[in-house]
């Protein structure tokens, strides 16, 4: 197996290193980068491996940058010491998530699963399947929500819709209760079921189920009238019509 490591603390990469070889004496370490701009650099040679360890805070930024320049169609799994990143790491193709300091154990069930998937299905629909998996992986089933100095565990189930107010992100319940959300309005999409959700525009989204009525508004855009109250009109923005009818015509 080809590995590439991209990580830019010495002693963590030797870590890595012996933890990988600890594995499987037949690992091959093919490169072992501190950078994103020397990761983006090698990822355009175009060399063959099997799968990337890449930290995610690296000496010129976040190592999310290297996916925006190149495209890597091979398994990731990210180390770590912060758990604030988790989500965005489940956008690219990664299938673990490992938090420092790293063990052993951590190491081998990474790699079992890594195995396993590989054994499970063919190269050529692999990247795929990876994908699907850490979309469910990164699927919500609740939402912590701030009431005053009181913290309460909601059901996504329970959401009839997200908005934001300047920076603010508000979740509104079928019951027509509000609480103030920790997340950015952009990042609620990735968390959330597609057939169930959708985000109409840079204000709202909305659940399939909070939806009393659709209606044509002006310069052929739509106006939602939502199952709870809300202090805004609910109008889905223009170049999203097209998705929004497709998405409600599913449901």
């Given at each position: 197996?080809?590995?590439?490591?991209?990580?830019?603390?010495?002693?963590?990469?030797?870590?890595l290193e012996r933890y990988l070889l600890k594995y499987d004496q037949e690992i091959e370490i093919l490169a072992k980068l501190d950078s994103i701009t020397?990761?983006?650099?090698?990822?355009?040679?175009?060399?063959?491996?099997?799968?990337?360890?890449?930290?995610?805070?690296?000496?010129?930024?976040?190592?999310?940058?290297?996916?925006?320049?190149?495209?890597?169609?091979?398994?990731?799994?990210?180390?770590?010491?912060?758990?604030?990143?988790?989500?965005?790491?489940?956008?690219?193709?990664?299938?673990?998530?490992?938090?420092?300091?790293?063990?052993?154990?951590?190491?081998?069930?990474?790699?079992?699963?890594?195995?396993?998937?590989?054994?499970?299905?063919?190269?050529?629909?692999?990247?795929?399947?990876?994908?699907?998996?850490?979309?469910?992986?990164?699927?919500?089933?609740?939402f912590l929500v701030k009431l005053g100095n009181h913290i309460h565990s909601i059901k996504t189930e329970e959401v009839a819709l997200f908005y934001a107010?300047?920076?603010?992100?508000?979740?509104?319940?079928?019951?027509?209760?509000?609480?103030?959300?920790?997340?950015?309005?952009?990042?609620?999409?990735?968390?959330?079921?597609?057939?169930?959700?959708?985000?109409?525009?840079?204000?709202?989204?909305?659940?399939?189920?909070?939806?009393?009525?659709?209606?044509?508004?002006?310069?052929?855009?739509?106006?939602?009238?939502?199952?709870?109250?809300?202090?805004?009109?609910?109008?889905?923005?223009?170049?999203?019509?097209?998705?929004?009818?497709?998405?409600?015509?599913?449901?």
């Open positions: 197996m080809k590995v590439v490591i991209i990580e830019d603390e010495i002693l963590a990469v030797e870590k020397n990761a983006v650099a090698w990822f355009q040679k175009g060399k063959e491996f099997d799968v990337v360890f890449i930290d995610i805070q690296l000496t010129d930024g976040l190592s999310f940058e290297i996916f925006n320049q190149v495209k890597i169609q091979k398994p990731v799994i990210f180390t770590t010491a912060f758990d604030e990143y988790a989500v965005d790491a489940f956008k690219v193709n990664s299938i673990d998530y490992i938090l420092k300091p790293i063990t052993f154990t951590d190491l081998m069930r990474a790699m079992n699963k890594l195995k396993s998937l590989k054994s499970i299905f063919n190269p050529t629909d692999f990247v795929e399947k990876v994908e699907k998996i850490a979309s469910r992986e990164k699927l919500k089933d609740r107010d300047g920076r603010t992100v508000y979740l509104v319940t079928h019951l027509q209760k509000k609480f103030i959300l920790d997340y950015k309005l952009e990042d609620l999409v990735s968390v959330l079921k597609g057939d169930e959700f959708f985000r109409i525009n840079r204000t709202f989204v909305v659940n399939i189920n909070a939806i009393k009525d659709v209606v044509v508004y002006s310069n052929n855009r739509l106006k939602i009238t939502p199952a709870v109250r809300v202090e805004k009109d609910m109008i889905v923005s223009r170049e999203k019509v097209s998705a929004f009818k497709k998405w409600f015509e599913g449901n």
